[in-house]
C-alpha cells in the first residue's frame, strides 16, 4: 500500500484537536507508507508500516488567520514548499505509527500555534539589598585580607 494517500481511515476528533475548539480536518491529512527499517524480522520485508503523515499549512482553511501566520513563521525551517512533514517508523504496526505520527504533528502544531509569551517587566533592585550586598562583600574581602601572612612575623 505504498504511495500517497488522503484521509486517515477514522482517527477519533480528539486526537486531531490542537487547542479549544480547533483540528485537523482528516481531508486535508496526507500519508504516506513505506517499509521500515528495524526490528521486525521477515514481517519487516513485506509491510508498509513507516509513515510519513504531511499537512499543507499554507493553504489549509482550518486554523485560524494568526495561528497559521505564527505556525508558519516558527516552523519555516521545517516547511517544504508550504507543506510540514512527520514521520514515525518506531513500532511494528502501522496502526501505532499512524498514531504516534499524529500525535506528533497536533503537538508540533499546538506548541507553533501558541500565543508568544508575555514580555518580562523589568523590576528595581530594592536599595536597602543592593547595600547589604556590598556590606557583605565588603566583609568577606576583610575576612580574605585578614588571611595573608604580612604581618606574622
Known amino acids: 500500500m505504498s504511495g500517497l494517500s488522503r484521509g486517515s481511515g477514522g482517527l477519533s ?14 481531508a486535508e491529512l496526507m500519508w504516506r507508507f513505506s517499509r521500515s527499517s528495524g526490528p521486525g524480522g521477515q514481517h519487516v520485508n513485506t509491510s508498509d508500516s513507516q509513515v510519513e503523515l504531511r499537512f499543507d499549512l499554507v493553504n489549509t482553511g482550518a486554523l485560524p488567520d494568526v495561528w497559521k501566520e505564527r505556525a508558519i513563521e516558527r516552523l519555516g525551517s521545517r516547511l517544504i514548499g508550504g507543506v510540514i512533514g512527520v514521520r514515525a ?20 502544531l499546538a506548541e507553533a500555534t501558541a500565543p508568544p509569551p508575555r514580555p518580562r517587566r523589568a523590576t528595581k533592585i530594592p536599595r536597602g539589598i543592593n547595600e547589604r550586598r556590598l556590606r557583605d562583600k ?7 585580607r585578614g588571611r595573608s601572612g604580612r604581618g606574622w612575623g
Open 138 to 144: 565588603k566583609q568577606r574581602g576583610e575576612t580574605k
Open 13 to 26: 476528533p480528539e486526537k486531531l484537536r490542537i487547542r479549544g475548539s480547533v483540528s485537523l480536518p482528516e
Open 89 to 108: 517508523s518506531e513500532h511494528r504496526s502501522q496502526w501505532r505509527n499512524r498514531e504516534m505520527a499524529v500525535t506528533r504533528l497536533v503537538s508540533l
